[in-house]
């Protein structure tokens, strides 16, 4: 099976991006709280909870969508410089 290097670098930022994701998903699944009776401590930590899980979409969704958006820059600068015209990279 043929690829080529555009190709090549489509399939190695969907894997980057998906391990980005997949680490803050870890992440995110490893905070838990210690049990305690007290209601304003329960209270307190879901609050931090939600926090976190706010932080973590934040981070993982701008992390992937900047991975893309600097594969996609990298890829269109080099068509630029060797005169790939856009689509036209495919092998098939």
Aim: charged share 15%; no cysteine; hydrophobic share 45%.
């Amino acid at each position: 099976m043929k690829i080529n290097v555009f190709e090549g670098a489509r399939r190695i930022t969907r894997l980057v991006a998906i391990v980005w994701f997949v680490g803050w998903v870890y992440d995110l699944t490893l905070w838990n709280p210690p049990g305690d009776n007290d209601l304003s401590i329960k209270i307190y930590q879901h609050h931090m909870h939600l926090e976190k899980i706010k932080d973590s979409a934040l981070w993982s969704s701008g992390g992937v969508i900047f991975i893309y958006a600097f594969s996609w820059s990298i890829g269109w600068i080099v068509r630029g410089f060797t005169g790939i015209p856009s689509g036209k990279d495919s092998n098939v």
